[in-house]
Structures are given as structure tokens and as C-alpha cells.
């Protein structure tokens, strides 16, 4: 029987994030973000995406759930804080959706 050998491919440039949008919305409403890559990708690029709260809390001021694009918009797939997703060859930034929690607080403006 042959040995087969399995061997690494020389390290191609990864892309890296170099930009997140910054929106303002009201409680309640939808917060897209646009996620800008450094590079277009030469490759399948896998992300990490996390929520974590600046000055708001998760569950209490925004959901955990999220959804994202590689596709410019036309479809989203939901994914749970903290989840990987896979980008793919020929892109440079892919989108972002998650739902802030309205609640009847007065209450400075949250950041996360």
C-alpha cells in the first residue's frame, strides 16, 4: 500500500480587518455594520465575529444573535456571538446585522 504525504501549502497573505462601521440606532432597531477587509481574499478566509458590550449589556441591551453577508445583502445567514464564518475568494468586506433590545429605561446613549 502507497504512503500518502500530506503537505502544508506555503502561507498565503490573510486578509485581516481593517475597518468596522460605527452605526446609530435606536433601541430596538437593527444595527448593520459593514466589515472592511485589508485585502480582496485569494483564498477561503474563515472570521471569528463576537459581540461585547462597551457600556451595553448583551441580552439586556442587544441580542446575541446575529446575522451576516458575503454577498453584498442579497442573503444573510444567522450565527450565534462568537461563531466563524467563512468568506469567500474574491471578496473584501462582508456585512453585518444584530438587533438592539428596546426597553423603557431613560438612559444615556450605550455603546458595544
Not at 33 to 43: A, M
Not at 58 to 68: F, H, K, Q
Amino acid at each position: 500500500m502507497p504512503l500518502i504525504f500530506i503537505l502544508p501549502l506555503p502561507a498565503l497573505a490573510v486578509p485581516f480587518v481593517k475597518a468596522v462601521s460605527d452605526p446609530t440606532v435606536n433601541e430596538g432597531a437593527e444595527a448593520s455594520l459593514t466589515v472592511t477587509l485589508s485585502e480582496i481574499t485569494t483564498q477561503l478566509s474563515a472570521f471569528q465575529l463576537s459581540l461585547s458590550g462597551g457600556t451595553a449589556t448583551a441580552g439586556t441591551d442587544y441580542s446575541l444573535t446575529m446575522t451576516y453577508s458575503t454577498n453584498g445583502g442579497i442573503t444573510y445567514t444567522p450565527l450565534l456571538s462568537g461563531g466563524t464564518i467563512q468568506i469567500p475568494v474574491g471578496a473584501n468586506r462582508f456585512l453585518v446585522k444584530t438587533t438592539t433590545l428596546g426597553d423603557n429605561l431613560a438612559e444615556p446613549t450605550e455603546t458595544y
